[in-house]
């Protein structure tokens, strides 16, 4: 068929993102369980994958990344996920909130309120089309904060304030995060008074950065089977408050343009 010189319209790459991220660990197990031998998993970034996206999409042309929902590409393009029959990336899981243990005695308002924060795809898709579309992180979280003020109240409701006291909150350059992680801390300060600094690392560095003490919580925690790895590696030296986003999913995303529907069409 048309496309079955589809890995030589895209060089036989996939574009990736960080290195670190699970979903990359889950896409070389993909190569390997479908056989796809003379594929290559190209590493970058979110930004640089999704710069790639926008160009070939422009253009369009065929491309192949790495994707994950919620991400704000699905409203921007016309994308689907390439079906996933072998199972690779595994089923629909969650993100969770994770922070160090000790935090629920030195922080007990931010621990009460992480353990809280609970929030739906389509309530962080908003924070996340608004940073695509040009808007600061901490702009577009602020008028999600405001806008909705209900939900943001249930987090803190009865919370004392905690003035001045330090938080740092890890998290990777994922955009899911970006959003997520900047919501948190415009609520910790605007409404319970910490000052609040966002670290910007690598996966491993961010679970290495809890589980040592160095940060104090992050909301990036894919699992079960995402970080998986990070999870066992730093067992019993976190803390896991449990999800704050359900209905992820990852996988192989293509434009809606290209032919192919499965993994398999990429042998
Ligand atoms: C890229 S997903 C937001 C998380 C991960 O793959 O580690």
Same mark, same amino acid.
């Given at each position: 068929?048309? /496309?079955?010189?589809?890995? /030589?319209?895209?060089?036989?790459?996939? @574009?990736?993102?960080d290195p670190g991220a699970g979903l990359m660990k889950q896409t070389a197990q993909a190569l390997k369980d479908y056989d796809l031998k003379d594929w290559k998993l190209v590493e970058g970034s979110s930004a640089a994958m999704t710069a790639?996206?926008?160009?070939a999409y422009k253009a369009k042309k065929p491309i192949i990344v790495t994707g994950w929902t919620p991400h704000w590409m699905f409203a921007k393009y016309d994308l689907k996920y390439l079906s996933d029959p072998k199972g690779s990336y595994?089923?629909?899981?969650?993100?969770?909130?994770?922070?160090?243990?000790?935090?629920?005695?030195?922080?007990?308002?931010?621990?009460?309120?992480?353990?809280?924060?609970?929030?739906?795809?389509?309530?962080?898709?908003?924070?996340?089309?608004?940073?695509?579309?040009?808007?600061?992180?901490?702009?577009?979280?602020?008028?999600?904060?405001?806008?909705?003020?209900?939900?943001?109240?249930?987090?803190?409701?009865?919370?004392?304030?905690?003035?001045?006291?330090?938080?740092?909150?890890?998290?990777?350059?994922?955009?899911?995060? @970006?959003?997520?992680?900047?919501?948190?801390?415009?609520?910790?300060?605007?409404?319970?008074?910490?000052?609040?600094?966002?670290?910007?690392?690598?996966?491993?560095?961010?679970?290495?950065?809890?589980?040592?003490?160095?940060? /104090?919580?992050?909301?990036?925690?894919?699992?079960?089977?995402?970080?998986?790895?990070?999870? !066992?590696?730093?067992?019993?030296?976190? !803390? /896991?408050?449990?999800?704050?986003?359900?209905?992820?999913?990852?996988?192989?995303?293509?434009?809606?343009?290209?032919?192919?529907?499965? @993994? !398999?069409?990429?042998?």
């Amino acid at each position: 068929a048309s /496309d079955a010189s589809v890995g /030589d319209q895209v060089k036989h790459e996939i @574009i990736g993102i960080d290195p670190g991220a699970g979903l990359m660990k889950q896409t070389a197990q993909a190569l390997k369980d479908y056989d796809l031998k003379d594929w290559k998993l190209v590493e970058g970034s979110s930004a640089a994958m999704t710069a790639a996206l926008d160009k070939a999409y422009k253009a369009k042309k065929p491309i192949i990344v790495t994707g994950w929902t919620p991400h704000w590409m699905f409203a921007k393009y016309d994308l689907k996920y390439l079906s996933d029959p072998k199972g690779s990336y595994g089923q629909d899981e969650q993100i969770h909130t994770v922070v160090r243990t000790g935090l629920s005695k030195d922080a007990p308002s931010a621990y009460a309120m992480l353990d809280r924060f609970e929030w739906t795809p389509e309530e962080m898709a908003v924070v996340m089309s608004a940073v695509a579309d040009g808007k600061k992180p901490e702009e577009a979280a602020a008028a999600w904060v405001k806008d909705n003020a209900a939900k943001v109240d249930a987090w803190v409701k009865d919370l004392a304030q905690d003035n001045g006291k330090k938080l740092k909150l890890a998290y990777v350059a994922w955009d899911s995060e @970006i959003a997520s992680t900047n919501v948190v801390k415009t609520v910790l300060e605007q409404k319970l008074g910490y000052t609040v600094e966002m670290l910007q690392v690598e996966a491993g560095p961010m679970w290495a950065g809890i589980a040592d003490g160095s940060a /104090d919580a992050m909301v990036a925690a894919w699992l079960p089977t995402t970080h998986q790895d990070y999870l !066992e590696k730093y067992k019993g030296k976190f !803390e /896991d408050l449990g999800p704050n986003l359900n209905g992820t999913k990852l996988g192989l995303v293509v434009p809606s343009y290209m032919t192919i529907a499965s @993994i !398999e069409d990429l042998k």
